[in-house]
């Protein structure tokens, strides 16, 4: 499934699909302000993924001076989501460092893209 936007102020953005039996993103982020960072997360039905990893991206800027808009990927998988529709979320939210939040934003300028793929199970 393949969810496409052009969004410039999106905090946060949701899609559905079913699921039958991996989440990726393709878009420009943005982070800006002195000493800031901010973190982009996918949620699946209001809950970010435990196992094995959350799915984020991290931006940190340190200076005003820069306004990096730049074209990013963020991709992972989660195990557990149930069978079913799911809501998937694609937040903006704090980093894990502490640093303040910045002006962060999502799509600038191109199209922004969450492609969704359900993968069999990893063997054992």
């Known amino acids: 499934m393949l969810c496409s936007t052009k969004l410039l102020d999106a ?17 420009t982020l943005r982070s800006r302000g002195t000493g800031v960072c901010n973190r982009w997360y ?13 799915i984020e991206g991290v931006v940190y800027v340190r ?12 991709e992972g998988y989660c195990n557990l989501v149930p069978k079913g529709h799911v809501r998937v979320g694609f937040w903006i939210g704090k ?30």
């Open 11 to 27: 905090r946060k953005q949701y899609t559905a699909f079913r699921r039958q039996d991996v989440n990726t993103f393709k878009g």
């Open 42 to 54: 996918f949620t699946f039905d209001g809950a970010e993924c435990a196992k094995p990893a959350t």
């Open 63 to 74: 200076s005003t001076q820069l306004d990096p808009h730049r074209h990013r990927h963020i």
């Open 95 to 124: 980093c894990p460092s502490g640093h303040r939040l910045g002006s962060g934003r999502t799509g600038w300028g191109s199209m922004s893209r969450i492609v969704i793929e359900e993968v069999p199970p990893p063997q054992e």
